[in-house]
């Protein structure tokens, strides 16, 4: 599949949050991050705020909710309209049945992984998941450099999926989404790991040009532009 680039509104400014929407319509889906101050300790947006965005999104709402409790909370985000629904792994009573219900809404059920955690825990129940999300940073904040020892689990989950692939246990492959750090300097070094979907927040809203800036990563990502040094 083509990279999909993902920009998060968390680098947005939030007082012309439709404008800066608007202003990343050629990306392939909007990341939304929900932090409730509990699991990670940043506080952003809740429900109404993303049932407003999903509205006014030209392009599919991509949740990720770095929030406690999501065997509860990760269906509601659901009925809000956003069009994939990411829960972390370490704050799940039963990842399995979260992800059950986000497909039985007709959402994309997407598990996502602190660095500290191995994806050896989801690996058995790969074909459960439409999306991995591999954290290259500490979630909670936007900005932080990329982990580049983070590389090698991005490999691990790409491998598990290709051999589901092949043994017939996955019909579908899932996505592999990394967050965090990615930049012009760090994107290609993620896709070659085996990543499919790149979210960018201050490497795109804090170019002058968003869209300028997301047509760059994709060069970058897709290898139809050279890879830029990272300074990380």
């Not at 509990?38 to 049932?51: M, S």
């Amino acid at each position: 599949m083509a990279i999909q680039i993902a920009p998060s509104i968390l680098s947005a400014d939030f007082a012309n949050l439709e404008r800066d929407i608007a202003k990343v319509a050629t990306a392939d889906l909007l990341h939304v991050d929900v932090m409730d101050a509990h699991f990670v300790p940043n506080l952003t947006l809740g429900l109404p705020i993303v049932e407003r965005i999903a509205q006014v999104s030209a392009i599919p709402v991509d949740v990720h909710l770095m929030i406690e409790n999501p065997d509860h909370w990760a269906p509601r985000y659901a009925e809000a309209g956003a069009a994939s629904v990411t829960f972390h792994y370490e704050a799940a009573s039963d990842p399995v049945a979260i992800a059950r219900d986000l497909r039985a809404l007709g959402v994309r059920a997407s598990v996502a992984l602190k660095p500290g955690t191995d994806a050896a825990v989801i690996l058995d129940d790969l074909k459960e998941f439409d999306m991995v999300l591999v954290m290259t940073v500490e979630p909670g904040f936007g900005g932080q450099s990329f982990m580049a020892d983070m590389l090698p689990k991005i490999q691990s989950v790409r491998t598990a999926i290709q051999r589901g692939v092949e043994d017939g246990s996955l019909a579908v492959a899932p996505w592999i989404q990394v967050d965090g750090g990615i930049a012009p300097g760090t994107a290609r070094s993620v896709v070659e790991a085996g990543a499919d979907v790149l979210v960018a927040g201050s490497a795109v809203y804090g170019h002058g040009d968003p869209a300028e800036a997301i047509a760059r990563l994709r060069a970058i990502a897709s290898g139809d532009a050279p890879a830029e040094v990272s300074h990380h």
